[in-house]
């Protein structure tokens, strides 16, 4: 009797990796901040969750374009927390992932108008330019700067009447973004330097980058908190002072706590916002 012949199966993808090599917490935090934006702004359950969409799709596609494009340096480093270097996530599915997403940002950001929609694209564009270029020049901190800037104009230009943001609500937007740079890349630098990555947190070194992440940081709170119209309401105060606290607990603390830091206060600027919109 003839052997059976083998089945062959497609081959499968880890999700598990595919979802560590997106930067998930990262991803999360931007997508947040963006619907509190757009809930703030007023744009309803179904423009919130457009805004959330096209967001999510633009920073998993960032994401994974960040992983694919540093998996030499990432495997030279002996990196045990990137899927690619170690394996978890083939190369080949990233880069189609991170493709993928790209597409789906394009008509997801196009949906809420064309200039919401440019607006939201050319902050996508940016971090691309960071993966593949800026991340290694004096310029590092300019593309996180100028997408979280983008991010109120791609809500409010979405409105009835394409209104263009507060200065003082991209300003905190921008800084927030800078901020977030600085605090990223400090458990990183001393890999980076010596693999050739020369970002201007790598050129200033830890200490300084920890400093300047704390005081963009809390320099984004404190707009959010005196920018709108109206007198500043007492829990605006009190949050504005945990946010100073949590920023001189976690500022010099080792690994990702700077960066986990952050991510806290991003949460305090998402109630911020929501307090001081409904307001």
Same mark, same amino acid.
């Given at each position: ?12 993808? /880890? ?18 901040? +963006? ?72 008509? $997801? ?27 290694? =020049?004096? +310029? ?33 937007? +921008? ?11 400090? /458990? ?19 200490? =300084? ?18 920018? /709108? ?9 009190? $949050? ?6 949590? $920023?001189?607990? =976690? ?29």
């Amino acid at each position: 009797m003839p052997a059976p012949s083998p089945v062959l199966s497609a081959p499968t993808v /880890p999700v598990a990796g595919l979802l560590r090599a997106c930067h998930p917490l990262p991803a999360a935090a931007v997508t947040l901040f +963006a619907a509190a934006l757009a809930a703030a702004a007023g744009r309803g359950p179904a423009g919130t969750a457009l805004t959330a969409g096209a967001v999510a799709a633009g920073q998993l596609s960032v994401g994974w374009c960040n992983d694919r494009v540093d998996l030499r340096r990432d495997r030279a480093a002996g990196r045990r927390d990137k899927p690619l270097a170690t394996g978890g996530a083939p190369a080949g599915a990233v880069t189609a992932a991170a493709l993928a997403a790209l597409a789906l940002c394009v008509p $997801l950001s196009l949906a809420a108008g064309p200039a919401a929609g440019a607006a939201h694209l050319v902050g996508v564009a940016a971090a691309w330019a960071y993966n593949l270029r800026l991340k290694g =020049t004096a +310029a590092s901190w300019l593309p996180y700067a100028l997408a979280f800037g983008l991010l109120p104009a791609f809500v409010t230009l979405g409105l009835p009447g394409a209104p263009r943001p507060p200065l003082w609500l991209s300003g905190a937007a +921008a800084l927030l973004g800078a901020g977030a740079h600085f605090a990223n890349v400090l /458990p990183d630098i001393a890999d980076d330097l010596a693999a050739g990555v020369r970002g201007l947190p790598q050129r200033l070194g830890a200490r =300084t980058s920890a400093a300047l992440a704390a005081l963009l940081v809390l320099g984004s709170a404190t707009l959010l908190l005196l920018g /709108p119209p109206g007198p500043v309401p007492p829990h605006g105060w009190t $949050l504005l002072a945990l946010t100073a606290v949590l $920023l001189l607990a =976690t500022g010099g603390a080792p690994g990702r706590i700077p960066f986990l830091g952050v991510m806290a206060v991003a949460a305090a600027d998402v109630l911020l916002l929501l307090a001081r919109g409904a307001g």
